[in-house]
């Protein structure tokens, strides 16, 4: 099975500030993988599909780039709104698996 | 506009069983495989399983977690997917989403979400 490692677990930031999330594979995904936020109490939302696609109605500060094992979501110019859980997806091969969250406090 | 809602979740006793339904609109159904996610309060997500469409043999497949309690099932002709937990344990005890891909799409994994059924086993 692949395992899904990112970092940091939790992070404080600012409003306007630019961060990046990093999600790495234990074996390669080509480019299969996905960016979700959560925010308390609601179902997970899509940023971002195959590593660096930007899902329709998501604002251009959030992106994404990677292939193979290291991936990274970057969020520019943060907003307070951004608080939430991020989770990184891979479905390159079954059983999908999920990163364990990256907590981002505002 | 592409909708999905789950329900069927309950609270229920250790050992018992549950059948939930996950009931979409805005989509040709037969073309999605679907995938049912768990999280468990306070935890992160846990894909649970997932269906094939029927083109594609319309097979199930399962995390090592659950294999062996849970089925996954779809019924084409009402746009429904099926998650039935067998011996239900505390452990289970989570809010289960579902989502799907178009098939034919591999890429486009999780576009949309139902807001979940909440499963409490006690």
């Known amino acids: 099975d692949i395992q899904m490692t990112q970092s940091p677990s939790v992070m404080s930031a600012s409003v306007g500030d630019t961060l990046n999330i990093t999600c790495r594979a234990s074996?390669?995904?080509?480019?299969?993988l996905a960016w979700f936020q959560q925010k308390p109490g609601k179902a997970p939302k899509r940023l971002i599909y195959t590593a660096s696609g930007l899902h329709p109605g998501v604002p251009s500060r959030f992106s994404g780039r990677g292939f193979g094992t290291d991936f990274t979501l970057t969020i520019t110019s943060l907003q307070a709104e951004d608080l939430g859980i991020y989770y990184c997806?891979?479905?390159?091969?079954?059983?999908?698996?999920f990163g364990q969250g990256t907590k981002l406090e505002i | 506009e592409v909708q999905v809602l789950e329900s069927g979740g309950d609270l229920v006793q250790p050992g018992r069983s549950l059948r939930l339904s996950c009931a979409t609109s805005?989509?040709?159904?037969?073309?999605?495989?679907m995938s049912w996610v768990r999280q468990a309060p306070g935890r992160g997500l846990e894909w649970v399983g997932l269906i094939r469409t029927k083109g594609h043999g319309g097979s199930a497949d399962y995390a090592a977690s659950v294999k062996g309690r849970f089925i996954i099932s779809r019924d084409d002709s009402k746009s429904v997917a099926f998650l039935e937990v067998i011996s239900l344990t505390p452990e289970d005890t989570a809010v289960y989403f579902c989502?799907?891909?178009?098939?034919?799409?591999?890429?486009?994994?999780?576009?949309?979400w139902g807001r979940g059924t909440t499963v409490t086993v006690s």
């Open positions: 989502s799907g891909r178009p098939a034919a799409v591999h890429y486009d994994i999780f576009a949309v």
């Open positions: 997806l891979q479905h390159h091969q079954l059983p999908y698996s």
């Open positions: 805005g989509i040709r159904f037969e073309d999605y495989e």
């Open positions: 074996q390669g995904v080509y480019n299969y």
